[in-house]
């Protein structure tokens, strides 16, 4: 009788300890309010006067679907989107002319970051 009250109250411990100690993760990522990108040219270079996308998804052909917002990189390779969608996956991409090809970068995150540096690399290395 003994060993079935010891028993007893060492499972309902467990029990009561399993559920005291569950705890529901809920996560806070969110993306930021604007995000800063700098793009960069195979050797390095800042990529100036590049035509940037904001989006929500890059299809398989390179082509940004869900377009949010568009923008131009400033002298410094910088280009800044303001009011990003707080909870949704977001995706920039640019394409840079390095003759004869045409060079393709995208980069798709949740939560987007604040500051972001993607760099074109050249295939014919």
Known sequence: MRKIGLWALALSTLVLS????????????????????????PSGVPATGLAVTLSTGINEANIPTG?????????????????????????????????????FKGACYYPFPATLSIEFQNTNS
Do not use: M, Q
Not at 18 to 41: H, I
Not at 73 to 101: I, K, R, Y
């Open 18 to 41: 399993a559920c005291g100690s569950k705890s529901t993760s809920f996560s806070n990522d969110l993306n930021p309010a604007s995000t800063t990108v700098l793009f960069e040219t």
């Open 67 to 103: 377009v949010i917002a568009t923008g131009t990189t400033d002298s410094t390779g910088h280009v800044t989107f303001n009011g990003l969608p707080s909870s949704e996956s977001l995706c920039v991409s640019a394409s840079l002319s390095v003759p004869p090809n045409t060079l």
